[in-house]
């Protein structure tokens, strides 16, 4: 079973341009989470979605962050403008119907200078 | 809101060494529990799991008992290796609402051949 594919790996930008992350979930999965890892801290949710519905979107920045959830498979998560404390891992996760797992994506490593 | 405490790492062990991470839950109703193990460079990876009080989690020598009494999830192991080396996370999932996982801030284990 093929797991949680993120894109790209690494990102390097400057302060006030835009990025873009993408996450296609495994197959099947309704529930689709995003997560932002600062260095030396335990993942905090960004955003969640079942199917292409939201379903908690409280700790997103929305004045700058924006995502979403097409046709309920991939997703996109864009950050606009940058600031330096958006440098971060950013992790998506899956998961199914039942939810007793989130299957985890290897993350993208943004670094704004 | 619901939320989750681990021992500030590092943890620094000799090989063979008994190890033990603590972890203590704050929730509404009765969530599941979680240990989730990130390697250099990689996503989180699922390590044990737990749905109910008195549950046990295990997985490669590492063991997890849900404590509802003490609200509490502590990670074992009798005996660790090398390999161990990483940075563990406990984490819980309300069974219901939105089932977002919530994560502690990690401990970081460092394992001295």
């Known amino acids: 079973e093929a797991g949680v594919a993120q894109s790209p790996r690494y990102k390097i930008i400057e302060k006030r341009q835009s990025v873009a992350f993408w996450c296609n979930p495994i197959s099947g999965h309704a529930t689709l989470y995003w997560y932002q890892q600062i260095l030396g801290q335990g993942p905090k949710l960004l955003i969640q979605?079942?199917?292409?519905?939201?379903?908690?979107d409280s700790q997103l920045p929305k004045d700058r962050f924006s995502a979403e959830r097409l046709k309920g498979v991939d997703s996109t998560l864009k950050i606009q403008p940058a600031k330096l404390e958006d440098s971060a891992v950013y992790l998506c996760?899956?998961?199914?119907?039942?939810?007793?797992?989130?299957?985890f994506g290897q993350g993208t490593r943004l670094t704004v200078v | 809101g619901d939320s989750v405490t681990q021992m500030e790492g590092p943890v620094t062990l000799s090989e063979e060494a008994f190890l033990t991470i603590n972890c203590t839950y704050t929730a509404t109703g009765y969530p599941s529990l979680f240990w989730y193990v990130q390697y250099p460079g990689e996503g989180l990876q699922l390590l044990l799991k737990?749905?109910?009080?008195?549950d046990k989690g295990s997985n490669k020598g590492f063991e997890a008992t849900y404590r509802k009494e003490t609200t509490s999830f502590h990670l074992e192991k009798g005996s660790v290796q090398v390999s161990d080396s990483a940075v563990y996370f406990c984490a819980l999932s309300s069974t219901s609402g939105t089932y977002k996982y919530i994560f502690g801030t990690g401990t970081r284990l460092k394992v001295l051949a």
């Open positions: 737990a749905t109910k009080a008195d």
């Open positions: 996760a899956s998961s199914d119907y039942s939810n007793t797992e989130a299957f």
């Open positions: 979605f079942q199917n292409n519905g939201v379903v908690d």
